[in-house]
């Protein structure tokens, strides 16, 4: 059985905003396959998040030539 705990940073005296802390609880190979999972799917968030600024840029240029 798989348990992940998402824990905020304050928790473990972080010193800034926004930092958390996650925890697994699960058979190496099982969490490096789901940390591999994890790193395809941020791989893709990062793409797309480049697809809509460069949507949104090019958009703001049509604009600008109307």
Known sequence: M???WLAMG??????KNGNFRIT???????LK????R???VLKDAEEDMKKLKTARASDKLVL???
Do not use: Q, W, Y
Not at 24 to 30: A, G, I, K, Q, V
Not at 33 to 36: A, F, K, Q, R, T
């Open 33 to 36: 396959m789901g940390l591999e």
């Open 38 to 40: 994890l790193i395809n």
């Open 24 to 30: 697994f609880e699960t058979p190496r190979e099982e």
């Open 10 to 15: 304050a928790s473990f005296a972080s010193e």
């Open 2 to 4: 798989l348990v992940v």
């Open 64 to 66: 600008l030539d109307e």
